[in-house]
């Protein structure tokens, strides 16, 4: 088996997955790494509990400092979370951007602060790739909620997303779509560069280290599905993991900075849900299909409402909570007898990265969440204003859940402070040459919103940089 | 009648137990054998998490003995999140367990997507053997398949 390559990129998802098919199509020896299986749209059907056996991450939680645990969602497979997602597909506000330069130094190679038209060229290219389009086939469900929002002197509007027009509004999303019609970069960059044979692709081969020679990056050591280890040589590594496991992957390759992970941000989540008189049939749609930005920005509050959805029965039963916590016995069967009843927000709110991923000395990660003052009442207004729009569209009961994470971002930051940052202006490791990070970590500040888009902007900007190659690393 | 399978790895002290506090915390859950499907996660879980998971139900017992008031006592503890979580995933993921009629969750809640409603669920990545039988019964055949591996 091949051993030596120009760029060895370990993970699939939104940043790998882009970085390895950018790469590869213009020609560079690129070995992509999975941990998780490669699986495709015919292996994909609407069944909850085989498809977060197969393609998710193993649920992992946290204390969140208000008594209460933070979920961490993700998917492990190739495609990564991209392949298990809503595929909501928003450009970072200039504001959100704008945070940047002032949380770690960041600038542009002309030394001034990086701003979103930093971005902008590379979103372009993204959403020509993704074929992104706005969703305005609104369902009855999404109908319903519009018109609590609008009793609040609030609008629901359509997202834009990375789905084709060959979308069912099946609700199928989380279990992998099965039409094609929702864009990952597994059926996207991935597949493009893959089934031309130009891209080396080993899904279910889990990196165990970095190997980093005299400040300088040299491959990777993996262990393959059967149990075999295997080194790899290449002239560039990008770790692009997800912002929980990229940290961890280079603390246990003993790589060390002051940035990583630190400054981990959640941008958590909690969905809160009505019951209605007539089905809404909330599991049938494009699961995320409007959103509500009237308090996007901090000082209007500090948080986006999307509509419409609800999780699959395993998950919606799980997460029932009301004022006197998880729901059991005769008042959650009753609760979830009227699953086609129910119609739910994601109430998703900004934070301001004071999480931290860390690595215990008996080798077990550990997350540290504590949600300050201003966080924790953001949590409680986006709360709030979810269960007013329910109950002004019309529900006669109104439950949530606990939290959760599916945007983790920041946790090897870029800047240009060593001190404050993780990597530089170009995804690269302070002090540690040929080693790039490559996915949500490097996002100095969480964003407002879904950060997918983002994530993929900040890949292919990257990969431009390894392919320009200005310190003739892959020469 | 489909005989009840083997138990890997619950006595039937624990099985006991466990079935009581399915019946508690889902009323109605029995009759599609949620202990079948617990007993398989727990099966797939490494080691130490399969002590852990064994040691949530003993420490439960007492209290699903005594019934809902009791366990209600117990209810903010980290056990009675771990068993429930484990009772609610084998009871809404539509699992029925050989010998039980059913009908699944699904039926129940109406959860009616057509991509959901024409699966023919195949539950051998638990290790337990499913067959489709006549008459749209999903039931599942316990089997001697390797046990997978759940971080």
Same mark, same amino acid.
């Given at each position: ?205 889990? !990196?165990? *280290?970095?190997?980093?020679?005299? &400040?300088?990056?040299?491959? #990777?050591?993996?262990?393959?599905? +059967?149990?075999? $280890? ?105 609760? !979830?007898? *009227?699953?086609?009843?129910?119609? &739910?927000?994601?109430?998703? #709110?900004?934070?301001?990265?004071? +999480?931290?991923? $860390?690595?215990g000395d008996d080798g077990a990660e550990r997350f540290d969440v504590a949600f300050n003052e201003r966080e924790r009442k953001r949590l409680e207004d986006a709360f709030a204003f979810s269960r007013d729009v329910l109950l002004a569209a019309g529900a006669k009961q109104v439950l949530w859940t606990g939290l959760a994470s599916t945007h983790v971002q920041g946790s090897c930051r870029m800047g240009d402070d060593p001190a404050r940052s993780a990597v530089d202006r170009n995804g690269e490791v302070h002090g540690v040459k040929r ?19 983002t994530i993929m902007a900040l890949a292919t900007r990257l990969a431009d940089h390894l392919h320009a190659d200005p310190s003739g690393y892959l020469a | 009648m489909t005989p009840a399978p083997a138990l890997r790895t619950l006595d039937e002290r624990r099985a006991g137990a466990l079935e009581a506090l399915c019946e508690l915390i889902v009323p109605g859950s029995s009759r599609v054998g949620p202990v079948v499907y617990i007993d398989a996660a727990i099966a797939g879980m490494p080691p130490g998490m399969q002590a852990a998971a ?98």
């Amino acid at each position: 088996m091949k051993d030596s390559f120009d760029v060895v990129v370990v993970g699939s998802g939104a940043g790998g997955g882009v970085v390895a098919g950018e790469l590869a199509q213009r020609g560079r020896d690129v070995l992509l790494l999975e941990t998780g299986p490669h699986l495709t749209a015919a292996d994909f059907t609407r069944w909850e509990a085989k498809a977060t056996h197969d393609m998710w991450w193993p649920l992992r939680l946290a204390p969140d400092s208000l008594g209460g645990m933070v979920a961490f969602l993700a998917g492990r497979c190739v495609g990564g979370t991209t392949t298990i997602n809503t595929k909501v597909a928003l450009r970072a506000h200039e504001r959100d951007v704008a945070k940047w330069h002032g949380e770690s130094g960041l600038t542009t190679a002309a030394g001034v602060p990086f701003t979103r038209a930093d971005l902008d060229p590379y979103y372009d290219r993204v959403e020509r790739a993704l074929g992104v389009r706005e969703r305005t086939d609104w369902t009855k469900s999404v109908e319903t909620m519009a018109k609590g929002f609008a009793a609040l002197d609030a609008e629901l509007e359509p997202v834009t997303a990375y789905t084709d027009v060959n979308c069912m509004r099946c609700g199928s999303c989380l279990q992998g779509c099965p039409t094609n019609a929702g864009k990952s970069t597994q059926n996207t960059y991935i597949h493009e560069a893959w089934a031309r044979g130009l891209l080396d692709l080993r899904p279910e081969s889990t !990196v165990e *280290r970095v190997l980093v020679d005299g &400040g300088e990056a040299t491959g #990777v050591e993996y262990v393959d599905a +059967a149990g075999t $280890s295997h080194t790899v040589r290449a002239g560039a590594v990008v770790v692009a993991c997800g912002a929980l496991n990229t940290p961890q992957l280079l603390i246990r390759s003993g790589v060390e900075g002051e940035g990583i992970g630190r400054n981990l941000g959640l941008h958590p989540v909690r969905l809160v849900y009505g019951l209605f008189d007539e089905p809404q049939d909330a599991h049938m749609v494009y699961p995320i299909t409007a959103h509500c930005m009237k308090h996007q920005h901090d000082e209007d509050g500090g948080y986006v409402l999307e509509a419409t959805t609800i999780q699959d029965p395993i998950s919606f039963a799980t997460t029932l909570c009301d004022e006197n916590g998880p729901l059991w016995g005769q008042p959650l069967v009753d609760a !979830v007898k *009227r699953f086609r009843y129910w119609n &739910g927000i994601l109430a998703m #709110v900004n934070d301001e990265n004071s +999480a931290t991923v $860390s690595v215990g000395d008996d080798g077990a990660e550990r997350f540290d969440v504590a949600f300050n003052e201003r966080e924790r009442k953001r949590l409680e207004d986006a709360f709030a204003f979810s269960r007013d729009v329910l109950l002004a569209a019309g529900a006669k009961q109104v439950l949530w859940t606990g939290l959760a994470s599916t945007h983790v971002q920041g946790s090897c930051r870029m800047g240009d402070d060593p001190a404050r940052s993780a990597v530089d202006r170009n995804g690269e490791v302070h002090g540690v040459k040929r080693l790039f990070v490559g996915d949500s970590a490097v996002i100095p500040r969480t964003l407002s919103v879904n950060p997918s888009l983002t994530i993929m902007a900040l890949a292919t900007r990257l990969a431009d940089h390894l392919h320009a190659d200005p310190s003739g690393y892959l020469a | 009648m489909t005989p009840a399978p083997a138990l890997r790895t619950l006595d039937e002290r624990r099985a006991g137990a466990l079935e009581a506090l399915c019946e508690l915390i889902v009323p109605g859950s029995s009759r599609v054998g949620p202990v079948v499907y617990i007993d398989a996660a727990i099966a797939g879980m490494p080691p130490g998490m399969q002590a852990a998971a064994l040691g949530t139900i003993d420490a439960l017992a007492p209290a699903a003995e005594q019934g809902a008031d009791a366990l209600a006592g117990q209810a903010a503890t980290p056990e009675f999140g771990f068993v429930r979580a484990l009772v609610l995933e084998a009871y809404y993921s539509d699992f029925v367990a050989p010998g039980k009629e059913g009908p699944g969750a699904w039926t129940e809640i109406d959860f009616n997507s057509p991509l959901a409603t024409r699966l023919a669920k195949d539950w051998s990545y638990m290790g337990i053997r499913s067959r489709r039988l006549d008459g749209g019964d999903q039931g599942a055949q316990a089997s001697a398949l390797p046990t997978p591996e759940r971080e």
